[in-house]
């Protein structure tokens, strides 16, 4: 079994900064990828980030590419989500989630993530 933890969401203003941290416990990492995913009030769940643990490949959703930077920790199995230039549209409720099968890109698809965090909220005000 897999558990995800999130933490460092919070409300910040427009243009500014938070990082959010994802620690994972309860078994190696080291064929996974993981993601983090949004999910806005009315709004279906949408894929923001992912980074495979052994290789660190990443791959953005265009909407945050070049604001947004994943990255890990494989000493702590913590990944990370470093979030600039916040924008009102950015709010929403933040997941992490493990993917034990994909090993050189990560899946943009919510389905394909076995283990889910139980999420942070994060809101950006304009």
């Known amino acids: 079994q897999v558990q995800l933890v999130e933490s460092g969401g919070g409300l910040v203003q427009a243009g500014g900064s938070l990082r959010l941290s994802c620690a994972a416990s309860?078994?190696?990492?080291?064929?996974?990828?993981m993601g983090w995913f949004r999910q806005a009030p009315g709004k279906d769940r949408e894929f923001v980030a992912g980074i495979t643990w052994s290789t660190g490949n990443t791959y953005y959703a265009d909407s945050v590419k070049g604001r947004f930077t994943i990255s890990r920790d494989n000493a702590k199995n913590t990944a990370y989500l470093q979030m600039n230039s916040l924008k009102p549209e950015d709010t929403a409720v933040y997941y992490c989630a493990a993917d034990p099968r994909s090993t050189w890109v990560p899946s943009t698809v919510a389905g394909k993530y076995d283990y889910w965090g139980q999420g942070t909220q994060v809101t950006v005000s304009s």
């Open positions: 309860g078994r190696t990492f080291s064929s996974y990828a």
